[in-house]
């Protein structure tokens, strides 16, 4: 090849010009600031949810339990609040590093505190931290980017929370039950550093005119947890206090209403076990902390890489079946582990974590369906429609903690397990009925209703 070295191979500078350059595209979409939501995904997606329940279950009981992780659910609904203050402040920085200290507070303060009104203030604290730092997150993006780029650096600041709750949830084991106020110490200390790595982030100037956040009707890809996922966060609630319950009203047709009820059914009834998980796994099946975290991070990495084809299957199939798929699936895992809360063989803490496999297994393709369908059957737009979706999914996490520490303890744990089962088969109902009253309707109507009908149909 004339001009090329003696011993080159022929386009070989252009295939290692490639290859460097599929390097440095990924490379180019990652800021230093990212590693703020990795350590927050450690802190408050991976180590609290098994620190906090196992820290608790030393002193009380599940009805304890269950207020606890109710109340780090129910800070999440702070969200919206700390969106309006962001969108008029500006002061996105500030937010996400008082948002980290908060958790690395109420961390700390959790390993010290022995009462259940001292626990509950801690982890509202902690869900209330985790919402006002990820509900910036994505704004530091769409703010400072252009459109094309959104997509691509999303999905990185998305991989770094996801990747550290599977950290957080893998050395989350290393402390078990004994251990539970040195863990939190770490906890704490990740949430520190995390406030100090949010110095990093860029500062964004004032906007001209009304703040109006553009849909981003991308799934967050993470486990189950949602008091600081950005993705969740991100879409703010359609209650302002011109338009007030008006508004909120406009933003939720007959269609979408049924959509939501049978998500919410679901999502209430999968959050009973994930809010008494390492206890239920000890108690009811004798797996120790140290192998059900780990298998739980094992899960949640798996699920990870279930997103993109969640995402063409949800493209070729239709998202409403990629829904039903995911909650079939779920219906069955927790049928099994309630079957399995009553054998007596030994071992049968290894089906069990099989099962729990299959229900983190199947977030992905419910994560993915849901998204797209709240997209297309929202009646006042992607934006307004993602906020209600994710401000439901907030209160059916604290209704499904609630009501797993009731029956927990009235009951016995292994009733986590039925209400999951319980729970998701009635979501499935729902789904599955608007289905039915579809091929009895016919296919008149308008334009919108056809292609409402065909998202929740399949």
């Known amino acids: 090849m004339p001009g090329s070295p003696p011993g080159t191979p022929a386009g070989r500078p252009d295939r290692v010009a490639r290859l460097v350059e599929r390097v440095r595209t990924p490379a180019k979409s990652i800021e230093r600031w990212y590693a703020a939501y990795g350590l927050l995904g450690a802190a408050l997606g991976g180590l609290a949810p098994i620190l906090l329940p196992l820290d608790v279950s030393r002193r009380g009981g599940a009805t304890e339990i269950g207020l606890v992780m109710a109340a780090l659910n129910l800070g999440g609904l702070t969200a919206p609040a700390w969106g309006a203050l962001a969108d008029r402040s500006r002061r996105y920085r500030t937010l996400l590093i008082s948002g980290m200290a908060c958790n690395a507070v109420g961390l700390v303060g959790f390993a010290l505190v022995r009462t259940t009104g001292g626990w509950f203030a801690l982890a509202l604290l902690q869900g209330a931290g985790g919402a006002a730092a990820a509900t910036v997150a994505n704004l530091f993006v769409v703010e400072r980017h252009p459109r094309a780029e959104w997509d691509a650096r999303i999905g990185w600041l998305q991989t770094f929370f996801g990747g550290g709750q599977v950290l957080g949830l893998a050395i989350a084991g290393a402390f078990g039950q004994a251990l539970t106020r040195p863990g939190l110490a770490v906890a704490a200390a990740l949430a520190g550093v995390g406030a100090l790595a949010g110095l990093l982030a860029p500062s964004v100037g004032r906007a001209v005119g009304p703040a109006v956040r553009p849909a981003l009707p991308r799934p967050p890809r993470r486990a189950e947890w949602p008091p600081a996922s950005p993705q969740h966060h991100y879409h703010r609630l359609p209650l302002s206090a011109r338009g007030g319950w008006r508004e909120l009203r406009g933003a939720i047709d007959a269609r979408f209403g049924r959509f939501l009820l049978g998500w919410s059914l679901a999502y209430a009834g999968s959050a ?34 279930l997103y993109s084809p969640a995402g063409a299957w949800s493209g070729r199939a239709g998202a409403s079946r990629v829904v039903k798929l995911g909650l079939a699936g ?129």
Request: proline share 3%; with cysteine; hydrophobic share 55%.
């Open 330 to 458: 779920r219906v069955l895992a927790f049928g099994a582990m309630y079957v399995l809360g009553f054998a007596a063989f030994g071992g049968r803490g290894w089906p069990a974590m099989a099962a729990f496999l299959v229900v983190v297994l199947c977030w992905s393709l419910i994560s993915v369906g849901g998204t797209a369908l709240t997209a297309r059957l929202a009646p006042s737009g992607e934006g307004a429609g993602m906020g209600v979706f994710n401000a439901s999914t907030s209160l059916s996490g604290v209704l499904g903690a609630v009501l797993a520490g009731w029956a927990g303890g009235r009951f016995g744990y292994n009733t986590a397990s039925a209400i999951a089962m319980a729970g998701v088969a009635a979501g499935l109902a729902v789904l599955l009925l608007e289905r039915g009253e579809r091929a009895r309707g016919g296919d008149a109507g308008s334009g919108r209703q056809s292609s409402s009908n065909e998202a929740i149909g399949g």
């Open 272 to 305: 009973a076990v994930f809010a008494v998980y390492p206890v239920l796994m000890r108690q009811v099946y004798g797996v120790a902390p140290g192998l059900s975290s780990p298998a739980f991070a094992l899960a949640a990495g798996l699920g990870l890489l």
